[in-house]
């Protein structure tokens, strides 16, 4: 079974840093671009960072400057450097992809999602 956990996540101090990774497990075939997303409490979900197996990243303009995503393709692991972070960046941190199995069988996955909590 496919799955997708996120870990990283935690309490720091305005201007802090922080490194979410999202591994991706089971009978995996390949895995698309890679794609972290924040919920932050009462609000939509909303797109961060993407990157493609071939490395192209894209970020929202919000953390544009601040974030850093990268992937490790051997060890099927998406990363999100966080830094210069601010309180409106606390949210729940999920990733998310779309990932073709052994069976090639294909779908979206979600993480269970990582808290980050920017206070002082």
């Known amino acids: 079974q496919v799955q997708l956990m996120e870990s990283g996540g935690g309490l720091v101090q305005p201007g802090g840093s922080l490194r979410l990774s999202c591994a991706a497990s089971g009978s995996i075939f390949s895995i698309g671009a890679m794609r972290w997303y924040s919920q932050a409490p009462g609000k939509q979900r909303e797109y961060v960072a993407r990157?493609?197996?071939?490395?192209?990243?894209n970020y929202a303009d919000s953390v544009k400057g601040r974030f850093t995503i990268s992937r490790d393709n051997a060890k099927n692991t998406v990363f999100l450097q966080m830094n210069s972070l601010k309180p409106e960046d606390t949210a729940v941190y999920y990733c998310?992809?779309?990932?073709?199995?052994?069976?090639?069988?294909?779908?979206?996955?979600w993480g269970q999602g990582t808290q980050v909590t920017v206070s002082s």
């Open positions: 990157i493609t197996s071939g490395g192209r990243t």
């Open positions: 998310n992809s779309v990932i073709t199995d052994s069976n090639g069988s294909w779908r979206d996955y």
